[in-house]
């Protein structure tokens, strides 16, 4: 694994742009120029504003965004939940998210 990302959220419309609710367990595109290979495992810590710490977290990568992507779209990853509290953390996003992962938003990944 390669050195642990860190993803800071600091508001709702943050958040509705990285979080990919089509993906199992949850996941969050994590902008970075690292290289990564599909299927490999990270480590990242998750910074919410509305929570009071810090999560660590493992997570697959399942997206891949390059340099210079259509759209003027960060480069990143798209990382899916795997670590034992995937749910509680997909729960407590899909909480702030409420009424809002129905609108045609543009996001990091779609």
Same mark, same amino acid.
């Given at each position: 694994?390669?050195?642990?990302?860190?993803? %800071?959220?600091?508001? +709702?419309?943050?958040?509705? =742009?990285?979080?990919?609710?089509?993906?199992? %367990?949850?996941?969050?595109?994590? #902008?970075?120029?690292?290289?990564? &290979?599909?299927?490999?495992?990270? %480590?990242?810590?998750?910074?919410?504003?509305?929570?009071? *710490?810090?999560?660590?977290?493992?997570?697959?990568?399942?997206?891949?965004?390059? &340099? !210079? =992507?259509?759209?003027?779209? #960060? =480069?990143?990853?798209?990382?899916?939940?795997? !670590?034992? %509290? =995937?749910?509680?953390?997909?729960?407590?996003?899909? +909480? &702030?998210?409420?009424?809002?992962? *129905?609108?045609?938003?543009?996001? !990091?990944?779609?």
């Amino acid at each position: 694994m390669q050195d642990s990302l860190v993803l %800071n959220i600091a508001n +709702k419309n943050e958040l509705l =742009a990285a979080y990919m609710p089509f993906i199992k %367990n949850g996941g969050l595109f994590i #902008p970075t120029a690292q290289n990564f &290979q599909l299927g490999e495992m990270i %480590n990242f810590t998750l910074n919410l504003w509305c929570l009071t *710490q810090e999560t660590a977290m493992t997570g697959k990568i399942i997206w891949l965004t390059p &340099q !210079h =992507a259509q759209g003027g779209r #960060p =480069a990143g990853i798209g990382v899916q939940f795997m !670590h034992e %509290n =995937a749910k509680l953390i997909k729960d407590t996003i899909e +909480k &702030q998210l409420a009424g809002l992962l *129905q609108t045609d938003q543009t996001t !990091h990944s779609i």
